[in-house]
């Protein structure tokens, strides 16, 4: 079975500073990646995905993410952070042919001071 | 627009009183599923249905009923509601042709049992 962990559960940075949210999977198939981002009393929204391909995946609001095999990990980027990307940001994987599951991390809350 | 839609987006409740949570999508897809957010523990799934009258237990199905009639909704039922039900609850679909488990999300219910 898979698994995902978020190594901070609260990142605090100031406007305009790069900041990295951390996610690790665990896993004994192939898997697809996804990063999701959920705003203050909002749903869930897509941030981005990894499916194949290139490693390094772009979402939207700037947002990036490398998928690195060997240390089974999809960390999330950005070069320059706003006060409206303060949020929750959760890491999720679901395994390649498998079931309908979708493991979801237990959220890294980012909060963007002034 | 499409999208998934949850009635009611807020509920207070005592213990005991059966209430349902309906979910619709109008994207006519057939995966549909339930989670269950809570602070430090993320989403965690309650049930899925792959399709009509087809139905599965996720990670976190006691005390919860489901039930998939109509393709389009997929309520979520509790007969007997207990305060540590007490959750942000999400509804999600998917198209079965969908190759990766990129799911839309509800708003999500916010339901306080006391």
């Known amino acids: 079975a898979q698994s995902v962990t978020q190594l901070d559960s609260q990142v605090p940075v100031f406007e305009e500073a790069p900041v990295e949210l951390r996610c690790n999977y665990s896993?004994?198939?192939?898997?697809?990646l996804f990063w999701y981002v959920q705003y203050p009393n909002q749903g869930l929204q897509l941030l981005l995905k990894?499916?194949?391909?290139?490693?390094l995946v772009k979402g939207i609001n700037g947002f990036e993410a490398e998928f690195n095999k060997s240390q089974t990990s999809f960390h999330l980027r950005k070069p320059s952070v706003h006060i409206s990307d303060t949020a929750e940001y959760f890491c999720?994987?679901?395994?390649?042919?498998?079931?309908?599951?979708?493991?979801f991390g237990k959220g890294t809350k980012l909060t963007v001071n002034p | 627009e499409a999208q998934v839609t949850q009635n009611p987006r807020y509920l207070i409740t005592v213990t005991g009183k059966k209430l349902t949570v309906t979910c619709s999508q109008n994207m006519n897809h057939e995966y549909m599923s339930w989670y269950r957010q809570d602070p430090g523990l993320g989403l965690r799934q309650i049930y899925y249905?792959?399709?009509?009258?087809?139905?599965d237990k996720g990670d976190v199905p006691e005390g919860y009923k489901v039930s998939r009639k109509e393709k389009r909704n997929f309520p979520l039922i509790l007969e007997s509601p207990s305060p540590n039900q007490t959750s942000l609850y999400f509804c999600a679909s998917r198209p079965r042709t969908a190759s990766y488990n990129e799911q839309f999300f509800g708003p999500g219910t916010r339901l306080t049992v006391l």
């Open positions: 999720a994987v679901s395994e390649r042919g498998g079931s309908e599951k979708l493991v």
């Open positions: 249905s792959m399709n009509v009258e087809v139905t």
């Open positions: 990894y499916l194949s391909g290139s490693t």
């Open positions: 896993s004994s198939v192939s898997v697809y």
